[in-house]
């Protein structure tokens, strides 16, 4: 009986407690009963053990550009390359990083994921942490395999190192090998060619394109075309006699005397040319940054 009216009493207790939207020690859930003057209920939802609400994984927006595995000077995750083929590329991309103080890099990826190339790589080289020293000095050569497209971008010191003619000599190098998926045979001239164009600005004279004989004889048609048309315009001054259009040189001044004259506008022609469009790939994304690239 004693057992009995003990029962009832925490009955009785835990009743109340809930009218007045008390919790219970050491629950993690608080049940707020009926508010006053109204049949509704309401439940607040349980914290964790941190005192946070449970919630996605926050979204990172440049989760896209960051690399798969650990950060390496080669970064193969289509898989282009033989282990061998990577462990000889990378050693001597280490070499040059370590002799010059600039980072020089090789990446290759599935996809672009939908951005342009330039903007992809660019984005590539800042969010994974390319580049030497203060100015992040640094040259990646990245090649999206899904979508047939690859460029090189350049930040700090690379800059110099590897201006606009200096990034024209490597396009003309590894683009064809890499239409002819020869991918090694590519990524190792670029290698070699960077250490050859780091040398250069290393002894203060960065790559400059070589004067080519085409310019001669561009130069020597220009020369005779101009010479043509100044002959041609002298030859011109020479006649004292030449076609006219009219007959006025024929009328005896003030022997007509004209009244009244008329401009009739009879129709006019437009002719609309369309602007090309650019869909070249090659050069930086931003001030930042330098580049070219293009398809294969």
């Not at 629950?27 to 309401?42: Q, R, V």
């Not at 000889?88 to 994921?113: I, M, N």
């Not at 101009?226 to 041609?232: I, K, R, V």
């Not at 005397?257 to 931003?286: A, C, M, Q, W």
């Amino acid at each position: 009986m004693k057992k009995q009216s003990i029962g009832i009493i925490l009955a009785a207790a835990l009743g109340v407690g809930s009218l007045f939207g008390t919790a219970i020690p050491g629950a993690d859930t608080l049940f707020n009963t009926a508010l006053p003057g109204t049949g509704a209920f309401t439940v607040q939802a349980a914290s964790n053990s941190l005192g946070e609400s449970d919630s996605e994984e926050e979204y990172d927006p440049y989760q896209d550009f960051a690399a798969s595995g650990e950060f390496s000077l080669v970064q193969d995750e289509a898989d282009l390359l033989t282990d061998e083929e990577e462990s000889l590329l990378l050693d001597k991309l280490q070499t040059l990083t370590d002799e010059y103080g600039c980072e020089v890099a090789v990446a290759t990826v599935e996809s672009k994921k939908g951005y342009e190339m330039n903007f992809f790589t660019d984005h590539y080289f800042d969010e994974n942490g390319y580049g030497l020293g203060e100015d992040y000095d640094g040259i990646l050569f990245m090649v999206s395999i899904g979508d047939r497209k690859w460029h090189i971008t350049t930040h700090g010191y690379a800059r110099t190192a590897f201006n606009d003619d200096g990034l024209a000599y490597l396009k003309d190098n590894v683009e064809p090998l890499l239409k002819d998926e020869d991918f090694y045979g590519a990524f190792d001239t670029y290698t070699d060619l960077c250490g050859d164009l780091l040398e250069m600005a290393a002894n203060g004279e960065p790559y400059t394109e070589p004067f080519s004989p085409k310019w001669i004889f561009i130069s020597l048609g220009i020369g005779l075309v101009l010479a043509f048309l100044c002959t041609m315009g002298m030859r011109a001054q020479l006649k004292s006699v030449r076609p006219q259009d009219s007959a006025v040189d024929y009328v005896r001044k003030g022997s007509m005397d004209v009244t009244r004259s008329n401009d009739i506008f009879l129709y006019h022609t437009v002719t609309r040319t369309e602007k090309p469009k650019d869909d070249s790939s090659s050069g930086g994304s931003d001030s930042d940054h330098g580049g070219t690239g293009g398809s294969f």
